[in-house]
């Protein structure tokens, strides 16, 4: 059985692409970073997402990248945004994905996989340069050029299986393959219960998607 | 003036690569990381170069790599080589270079620098495959698509000078620009007192380069 290893934030993406990864046959290992976020329930819906869907480890792995400052994800500070950008907004985190994807690299090549999944699109999204086919694409090709495994011929594979997808097509997806979204949580800024916000893009997004789809919206908001 | 990020572990290498950041007029940023390596001492370098050679701000950056275990450096129930070796040795740690570069290009955007250093050689070098220039470019490439500063325009660029240096051109360059070596540490392996065991790969490597530079060699070993 083929190992791979998945970005797991604990959100609809994310948790689409586990359950994608694991209907193409794969040994799930799924990787949940801890960084300095002001939401600290998605790691909660990371942990039930991992139970449910039969991972076989779960790795929480703490960075301080908070400490860069430099984002209103990590910079609690700065207030989210409620509207959409046309720019890349205050809730990009400089390199995120790429330190992340870095180091699924480190434990994918410990673990003996050649198979990385992310949940990135650029349908309902918000702008952030590091989700973008071509940003991924350049990282497979230097992950090749960075690891054991590149230099012995195994060839890495940087998935994006949501990349042209919308937040509806996600989601059909996903319920296609049994994703329970009750315990899954995209809001940038829950309140003290873990109740969603509303107003933020990943809010208006998942709000959109379910709306589109026709399906009920399993999201808990918060009351204001 | 132009701010460079400099990857420092405080060996001769990235000792002498913060010293031509700085000979080349770029106010220096020095980040050094803990990632569960055996040796300390490097630490303690790292902080006296960066008083020595003024920098302007030194990151210490803490990364439990080690977790992952597969290599004799970060792993400690492993036996660290006393011979060079053809094939990538078990002192190769997964992902290293990408996972240091991409927390180094994460600082470098909230900082506005878009150049950072790394001191990676391929002469007298372990045949990691993270220190050769096409690894390298790949990153760059990668990095330019990832980032905020690469989609607005200011090119992110990574420096590595040494590339195609023998250790002896890197401490003949470093004498040039005033480096004390005495106060750097290269061996994988030192005894408690911080004296280098004199048989690893960076031991042998930089033993080679001060006697082929006919320059006294500063290094404490250790007595056996």
């Known amino acids: 059985m083929k190992k791979g290893v998945i970005l797991l934030s604990g959100g609809v993406d994310s948790s689409t692409t586990l359950a994608i990864a694991k209907s193409q046959g794969f040994e799930c290992y799924a990787i949940t970073f801890q960084y300095g976020q002001r939401n600290h329930f998605e790691l909660e819906m990371a942990k039930r997402q991992c139970v449910l869907q039969g991972v076989k480890e779960h790795k929480i792995f703490n960075i301080d990248i908070a400490q860069f400052k430099g984002s209103a994800l990590t910079d609690h500070?700065?207030?989210?945004?409620?509207?959409?950008?046309?720019?890349?907004?205050?809730?990009?985190?400089?390199?995120?994905?790429?330190?992340?994807?870095?180091?699924?690299?480190?434990?994918?090549?410990?673990?003996?996989?050649?198979?990385?999944?992310?949940?990135?699109?650029?349908?309902?999204?918000?702008?952030?340069?590091?989700?973008?086919p071509e940003y991924i694409d350049a990282f497979q090709t230097m992950a090749n050029l960075a690891t054991r495994s590149g230099v012995e011929g195994n060839h890495l594979m940087i998935h994006r299986p949501l990349i042209q997808f919308s937040k509806t097509q996600i989601i059909e997806q996903g319920i296609a393959l049994g994703v329970d979204y009750s315990l899954t949580l995209s809001c940038y800024n829950p309140d003290s219960q873990g109740r969603a916000c509303k107003v933020c893009d990943p809010c208006r997004f998942r709000a959109k998607g379910f709306r589109e789809a026709q399906i009920e919206d399993p999201t808990i908001y918060t009351a204001n």
Do not use: M
């Open 77 to 132: 500070t700065l207030d989210i945004p409620k509207q959409a950008s046309t720019d890349i907004p205050i809730t990009y985190v400089p390199a995120r994905n790429t330190i992340f994807l870095s180091i699924a690299l480190g434990w994918a090549e410990v673990l003996g996989a050649h198979d990385i999944f992310i949940g990135a699109n650029i349908v309902d999204y918000s702008n952030y340069p590091d989700c973008r």
